[in-house]
């Protein structure tokens, strides 16, 4: 399991507080996880993630678990993933 410290904006963290609950989830890393995997699941086309591009990125990034990333900057997270 990775941990991570994340900034949210205001907005971003009611939609975390809505889905807690009315999913009723015990905190947000299960709602995080769970937004994650529906947005993989329905938007993302498999198609254009190969395996081999897939290892390629995990291969060349190193995360820390104590790394500070701000999702509420735009710019930093499509860099942060390579968009």
């Known amino acids: 399991m ?8 205001d907005e971003s963290n ?4 809505f889905v807690k609950a009315t999913k009723e989830f015990k905190d947000k890393s299960e709602v995080v996880n769970f937004i ?6 329905k938007i993302l086309n498999h198609e254009e993630f ?15 678990s104590s790394e500070y990333v701000d999702v509420s900057d735009d710019a930093k997270m499509k860099e942060l993933l390579g968009l």
């Open 14 to 17: 009611s939609v975390l507080n």
């Open 50 to 64: 190969k395996d081999e591009f897939i290892k390629s990125v995990l291969k060349n990034r190193q995360s820390k």
């Open 36 to 41: 994650i995997m529906e947005y993989a699941e």
């Open 2 to 9: 990775v941990r991570a410290n994340i900034a949210l904006n």
